[in-house]
């Protein structure tokens, strides 16, 4: 299962396993990631609120986590290769969370409600 | 929010759009990155109507622009542009312009888009106090603007818009009559590149647009003028200049000339200049991946809050992380390692020539 926030950051969801990442649509609309700032393993993190940052050419963005729990990895790839982002963005994830509060994932968005908010900030 | 003549150009060719200085402009088109090796590389096209033109003539129009402005404007030759600033009395700077001189009574201003309300109040307050004999006219929107910016800027002005540019050398331009409009082109640009600024009625600015499109010129945003003017030293007014720092304090003293007659400003600089800079604008390498961008703390290495970043950027062309920074001036002797705060984490820095990338004009 895969859901979204309104910032546009992704949880897939493996049993209680969270990758998060940020979506297509983000990507594009950042251009191309220079760097990215990500916690280190072991922080804990909190729903809705900020995590790190991506940085485009132009600026940075926070990033939001769409669950709590805490951090048991980072893709460390994307430190030397942050442009991987950009390549493949759902399959490149940024920080691997175990989960804590299941019921966060009731508050975020499905694919279906997602899309239309990104066909929105289009026009 | 004002938009330019080519605003329904940009959004057809789906650049990306954000408001600057009060216009709708658009910040890239391809992409940053590709569009700042296209100028370093080859050429590139940006619609930069926005600036403001101000032309002030009159009979003592010298003497009035040689008072509102930094630069010596007596000995300038007639075809000859020159930059610098205006100043407020306490020695901060209104703008950075460009000042094309005709003659000694007929001089044409390009001002930042973001301080056009500004520049043009200012102006008129200076004007009202200095007296007869000089005439304001605002013509921000009686003028387009396009920079051809790159190595094969001369070949393209020539090639696709037909004006032969070889007769210009680096901060000059001529003016011409073309199918009943005016044009105005100089060797100038904000790029570090060798490159032109064409200022024409929108209806020639558009033909030309469409034409350089036409012959598969790069479009370009203002992303990469951004980082292209940055990583050539070059200042941007609200980030490196601001009504509060002096044309000293941002390391721009050259184009203040205190030795020139009296003009707004310069009691100020004599004085900053006998008592000694506070504080300096310089170049910052950053070591690590992270971006310090602008009002990002600057610290020393115990520490200590000393300044500020005015601009940084991941160099696309030397591949570093670079900034400019506003800092105590005690600690801006080149090779001083300093520390910058991005977020919650700090960068060990050094302090190195803010000029990153050598500029490529054609002198």
Redesign the interface.
């Known amino acids: 299962m895969i859901y979204y926030l309104p910032t546009h950051e992704y949880a897939r969801i493996e049993d209680n396993i969270a990758y998060i990442g940020i979506s297509k649509f983000a990507a594009q609309q950042l251009g191309n990631v220079v760097y990215v700032d990500m916690p280190e393993e072991g922080d804990d993190v909190t729903a809705g609120e900020e995590f790190g940052a991506i940085e485009s050419v132009k600026a940075a963005s926070d990033l939001y986590s769409p669950v709590s729990g805490a951090v048991i990895e980072i893709n460390e790839h994307l430190i030397d290769n942050p442009r991987l982002v950009n390549e493949d963005p759902e399959a490149n994830w940024i920080i691997k969370v175990e989960m804590n509060e299941p019921a966060d994932l009731e508050k975020l968005l499905s694919p279906e409600a997602y899309a239309e908010l990104c066909a929105k900030e289009q026009h | 929010m004002k938009t330019t003549c080519l605003h329904p150009r940009h959004t057809a060719q789906g650049a990306?759009m954000s408001p600057f200085g009060g216009f709708d402009m658009p910040?890239?088109y391809r992409?940053?990155?590709e569009e700042h090796r296209a100028v370093r590389g080859d050429v590139g096209v940006f619609d930069v109507s926005h600036m403001g033109e101000v032309r002030i003539h009159g009979e003592r129009a010298l003497d009035f622009v040689n008072r509102i402005f930094s630069g010596s404007l007596t000995e300038l030759e007639p075809g000859k542009v020159i930059y610098g600033m205006m100043l407020n009395p306490q020695g901060g700077v209104v703008d950075d312009l460009l000042v094309y001189k005709r003659s000694d009574r007929d001089f044409f201003l390009v001002i930042n888009a973001s301080n056009i309300d500004k520049d043009v109040a200012w102006i008129m307050e200076c004007a009202a106090a200095f007296g007869d004999g000089v005439t304001i006219d605002h013509q921000s929107d009686e003028w387009s603007e396009l920079a051809i910016q790159g190595p094969n800027a001369e070949k393209t002005m020539k090639e696709v818009l037909g004006i032969d540019c070889s007769d210009l050398t680096f901060y000059t331009f001529k003016e011409f009559d073309r199918d009943g409009h005016h044009l105005l082109v100089s060797r100038t640009g904000y790029t570090g590149e060798d490159g032109f600024e064409l200022y024409a009625p929108a209806e020639v600015i558009i033909a030309a647009w469409d034409a350089l499109m036409k012959a598969g010129v790069e479009p370009c945003g203002l992303?990469c003028r951004d980082?292209l003017r940055f990583e050539a030293g070059l200042p941007l007014y609200g980030d490196e200049l601001t009504d509060t720092i002096t044309p000293l304090e941002a390391g721009l003293g050259m184009f203040a000339k205190v030795d020139k007659p009296d003009f707004i400003g310069r009691d100020a600089l004599v004085a900053q200049k006998e008592q000694g800079l506070r504080r300096k604008i310089v170049g910052l390498e950053i070591d690590g991946?992270?971006?310090a961008?602008h009002g990002y703390p600057v610290l020393d290495e115990e520490g200590n809050q000393i300044g500020e970043i005015t601009t940084g950027?991941?160099s696309?062309t030397l591949d570093k992380n670079i900034a400019m920074a506003i800092i105590d001036a005690r600690f801006a002797a080149l090779g001083t390692r300093l520390q910058v705060q991005?977020?919650r984490?700090t960068f060990p820095a050094t302090v190195i020539k803010k000029r990153f990338y050598t500029p490529n004009y054609k002198k």
């Open positions: 990306l910040i890239s992409g940053i990155e992303g980082t991946r992270a971006i961008r950027y991941h696309i991005v977020r984490k």
